[in-house]
């Protein structure tokens, strides 16, 4: 009965929510063996009519036509559960990629509403404020809105190794607004290092540009492992 019960769940996340599913087990003539036959009625599958977004944050409100419209999920669509968890990570890199740097798909909700006649789902997408410490220290949660990120100082540590707990480099330079910190001697190229991010002081954090330069990074033969880090420095929510 395990077994049907997982399938059941299973159709119901593709949209079969009126699925049936029946398992006959039937016994060999010396009871040594079993065979096992599941009888599936999926039943028409629920698809979504209506599509609504709530925000509580203003700036965010103000991308809804955008993401609405770039968005996989339609209005006729078949209610899948999968299909849902990757919208909610796209809209979750979307943010990203425009300085929500703490956003996370964790933070959309999709309820669904089928009390229709019919097998039709209304879908609304819910957008939640920031769960953070109100006070340092303490268990006390606040909700706040999703702050937009800059990109700060930026600093290349060309001696780096994660084994050492507390690195300490001699030497530093500044090159286009990049501080070098190494010893003894830097073996790279202020200007290469400068080329390959995408990034600068002051710009608004973009996921995709991060990554694409760790991608360039990697591909440095100087260097045995390439690894950026950001730092949480943001101040009166700004």
């Known amino acids: 009965q395990k077994s049907a019960k997982q399938i059941s769940i299973y159709l119901a996340k593709r949209g079969y929510f009126d699925n049936d599913v029946k398992l006959d087990i039937e016994l060999s003539h010396d009871s040594l ?14 698809r979504i009519r209506n599509i609504t977004y709530a925000f509580k944050q203003p700036d965010l409100a103000s991308r809804q036509e955008l993401i609405s419209r770039t968005s996989e999920i339609k209005s006729g669509d078949i209610f899948d559960i999968e299909k849902l968890d990757k919208e909610r990570a796209r809209i979750a890199t979307f943010l990203n990629n425009r300085g929500y740097y703490t956003f996370s798909k964790d933070y959309l909700t999709f309820l669904a509403d089928s009390t229709f006649d019919g097998q039709v789902v209304d879908m609304e997408v819910v957008f939640r404020p920031l769960r953070k410490e109100a006070v340092l220290g303490t268990d006390s949660i606040a909700m706040v809105p999703h702050p937009k990120y800059f990109i700060g ?5 060309t001696d780096y190794q994660p084994s050492q707990i507390n690195n300490e480099f001699n030497d530093t330079l500044d090159y286009d607004g990049i501080h070098f910190l190494y010893n003894e001697e830097l073996d790279v190229k202020p200007d290469i290092i400068s080329y390959l991010l995408q990034f600068k002081t002051g710009d608004l954090y973009q996921k995709d540009r991060v990554s694409l330069s760790y991608r360039k990074l990697s591909q440095l033969a100087m260097f045995q492992s390439a690894n950026i880090q950001m730092k949480d420095q943001v101040k009166n929510n700004q």
């Open 33 to 46: 063996r079993a065979t096992q036959t599941f009888y599936i009625t999926p039943r028409e599958a629920y």
């Open 153 to 157: 100082e930026i600093y290349v540590h």
